[in-house]
């Protein structure tokens, strides 16, 4: 299983971003996706998941509103849109294949089982 995320950059507070997760095989009509992220110095968080068997989603509460978890199965591609970001979202974002039994709830890096490499984000203010 390989995953790669990609789409990470600098931008200024209030920015966009959109970064895809682009993964081997067809691990996205098996296996529930999700993003997290790591900042210097802190432990590594959930930030969104997404379950394409059944279309269910869930966001942590710090990005409702301002982020967009969606998948292309056709592509085995899931996508991150980050709008309005702030200079606390910078960090490194992994996209990461996680057990199918916790669907898209209890998007913690605990319910991982494969990693992807990361790409970083950095939000200036």
């Known amino acids: 299983v390989q995953l790669q995320a990609s789409g990470g950059g600098s931008v200024q507070a209030g920015g966009s971003l959109r970064l895809s997760c682009a993964a081997s095989?067809?691990?996205?009509?098996?296996?529930?996706v999700g993003w997290f992220r790591q900042a210097p110095g802190k432990e590594r968080e959930g930030v969104s998941c997404i379950d394409s068997r059944d279309g269910s989603t869930h966001y942590e509460q710090f990005v409702q509103g301002r982020f967009t978890i969606s998948s292309d199965n056709a592509k085995n591609t899931v996508y991150l849109q980050m709008n309005s970001l702030k200079p606390e979202d910078t960090a490194v974002y992994y996209c990461a294949a996680r057990a199918p039994q916790y669907g898209s709830a209890w998007c913690r890096p605990l319910s991982v089982k494969f990693w992807g490499k990361g790409t970083q984000v950095t939000v200036s203010s």
């Open positions: 095989g067809r691990i996205m009509s098996n296996s529930p």
